[in-house]
């Protein structure tokens, strides 16, 4: 009986601490994500031209300070052989916090634009780092019925790190440059940034779920394990089906979310619906944003009740379908701010819906096994190329086609996937992890 003691207490302590729960950890991990992408890839932007910075030169350098995100299956290759995805999480939200800062104090400076940029291109390998870490832990820790219920959660926290930062810094920025000036202004809204993550670095060393550190390989192992991860991943069941899907599911949306701000402050006589700037940011930027929370939130459940297999047909439907609100819009140019808003409400609802529907198909379909972490970002990156490419396109297709037309093309775009997704067979089956079932 003694004996026996010393051995339960063994099985019981790993559990234990597995057993934190995920709502401790899963929405600040995916907040954290959101912050630095959005702050790079919008803000930046803002920030920049508010400074004085030419368009041409703000487009071009803030465009290539996204490329880390595109990059992820490059960096998740080391960051699968060394160190553990706990750390990752908070040590890269530490060195994000430290860029802000650095940003904030360079912004005085005569050069500030080359070295801001210098400062952001480390932020944004940090940033890209910190997304597959938390992906891969969120894949780790999760069962697949728990990676349906708080995939909601991921996308709620990641569009409100959207809202704080494209919304309420901005505004805080308006707000503040009519006291201390445009430069001061910035240079507050970077505080702001670095302090939020450094206060989520430090949380993150206490709530995340412990890990068992990787052992220490050669350079010849680690070479021939990368190269082992990149052949596992192309014989995987159906994966060149899976990639083309992947690529088909966002390409609509691609199209559309480029253009969509443009068209909605256009002028009627263009064949916009004249949001003014205050209309946009309520209706667009915040009712739209919070709709898309809720409708994340709500597929999330969804999926954990009937399955992913039974719900993707009407996920991809869901996703892609409402992007006719954006058709309607253009025919009727209506100029009631009610009907407005209802249509871009129920638009982005429809977007959070099925948005999770194609992050639990890469999770469950494409990452499962020994190199999961890799495997999903190599999934991810296309997926976002699928949204960039298509957008780089759409400003000369609107251009030349106008705005009902363009529409229309989105719609057709969207055909494709919805197709391939009535049939789309399914590699894994959804398990429940073996220490659930233990």
């Not at 494209?166 to 940034?193: D, F, H, P, T």
């Amino acid at each position: 009986m003694n004996d026996l003691m010393p051995s339960k207490a063994r099985i019981v302590q790993p559990d234990m601490n597995k057993k934190i729960n995920p709502i401790a950890w899963v929405p600040s991990v995916y907040f954290g994500m959101g912050l630095p992408y959005v702050a790079l890839s919008i803000v930046s932007v803002l920030m920049f031209t508010d400074l004085g910075v030419g368009k041409e030169d703000v487009t071009f350098w803030t465009s290539l300070l996204v490329l880390p995100w595109s990059l992820k299956p490059l960096f998740s290759l080391c960051m699968e052989l060394f160190g553990t995805k706990r750390q990752y999480v908070f040590l890269t939200e530490a060195i994000t916090a430290l860029m802000f800062g650095l940003v904030c104090f360079a912004l005085p400076l005569p050069s500030f634009f080359a070295i801001a940029l210098a400062f952001m291109g480390v932020l944004a390998i940090s940033g890209s780092m910190h997304d597959i870490a938390g992906d891969g832990l969120y894949m780790q820790e999760l069962s697949s019925s728990e990676q349906g219920v708080y995939a909601g959660w991921q996308g709620a926290f990641y569009n409100l790190a959207k809202i704080l930062t494209n919304g309420g810094l901005v505004y805080l920025a308006g707000y503040l440059s009519k006291s201390m000036g445009l430069e001061k202004a910035w240079r507050v809204i970077m505080a702001i940034c670095a302090g939020l993550m450094l206060a989520l670095s430090l949380y993150h060393m206490f709530v995340l779920p412990k890990e068992t550190a990787k052992e220490k390989r050669s350079a010849q192992e680690s070479w021939e394990e990368m190269l082992e991860v990149i052949r596992t991943f192309f014989v995987k069941k159906h994966i060149w089906l899976y990639l083309v899907f992947i690529f088909l599911y966002r390409l609509g949306e691609g199209l559309a979310m480029k253009i969509a701000p443009i068209f909605l402050k256009d002028p009627i006589l263009k064949g916009g619906v004249g949001l003014s700037n205050e209309n946009y940011g309520l209706i667009y930027g915040t009712a739209g944003t919070i709709a898309f929370i809720l409708g994340s939130i709500l597929s999330g459940y969804y999926i954990a009740k009937f399955g992913l297999k039974k719900t993707l047909f009407s996920l991809v439907c869901i996703f892609n379908i409402p992007f006719a609100v954006y058709l309607l819009l253009a025919i009727f140019q209506p100029s009631n701010l009610w009907w407005i808003g209802t249509g871009i409400v129920f638009e982005y609802f429809s977007y959070g819906f099925g948005f999770v529907g194609i992050t639990l198909f890469m999770m469950q379909q494409i990452a499962p096994g020994k190199y999961q972490m890799a495997h999903y970002a190599f999934a991810n990156s296309l997926m976002n190329l699928s949204v960039m490419v298509p957008g780089m396109l759409s400003g000369k297709l609107a251009t030349a086609f106008g705005y009902k037309t363009f529409f229309i093309i989105v719609l057709l775009v969207t055909l494709p996937a919805i197709i391939m997704a009535i049939r789309l067979p399914f590699a894994h089956a959804v398990e429940a992890k073996k220490s659930d079932s233990k």
